[in-house]
């Protein structure tokens, strides 16, 4: 003899309907609209605002010091043809054959 399924009893009417009143499309809407104003008008913290932590300067490097003190040879040396730009590009330069011949 074959089972007979039987049928399941349809959730919703075991269940009472709820007596809560659910808020129209427009009052919610407009709730969202304020809520977002708000947000938009608040105060937001900037960088600069929040508390500054002071930066230990650090030690110069072996490059910093090279840099230097062959910006001040270029410079005494070249006087008034002295061009920063081609004058740290050459000493860069100067850096990285040292560099690679050490």
């Not at 089972?3 to 075991?14: L, R, Y």
């Not at 490059?63 to 590009?89: I, P, Q, V």
């Amino acid at each position: 003899m074959p089972k007979v399924k039987s049928k399941p009893t349809p959730v919703t009417d075991t269940i009472e309907p709820m007596a809560v009143e659910t808020p129209s499309v427009e009052s919610r809407l407009m709730a969202l609209e304020k809520e977002m104003q708000e947000m938009k008008s608040a105060k937001t913290v900037t960088n600069k605002e929040k508390e500054a932590v002071p930066k230990k300067p650090r030690a110069p490097t072996e490059y910093n010091k090279f840099m230097s003190a062959k910006m001040h040879e270029l410079k005494e040396e070249r006087g008034e043809n002295f061009d920063r730009k081609t004058a740290f590009a050459e000493i860069a330069k100067m850096w990285k054959d040292q560099k690679t011949t050490e």
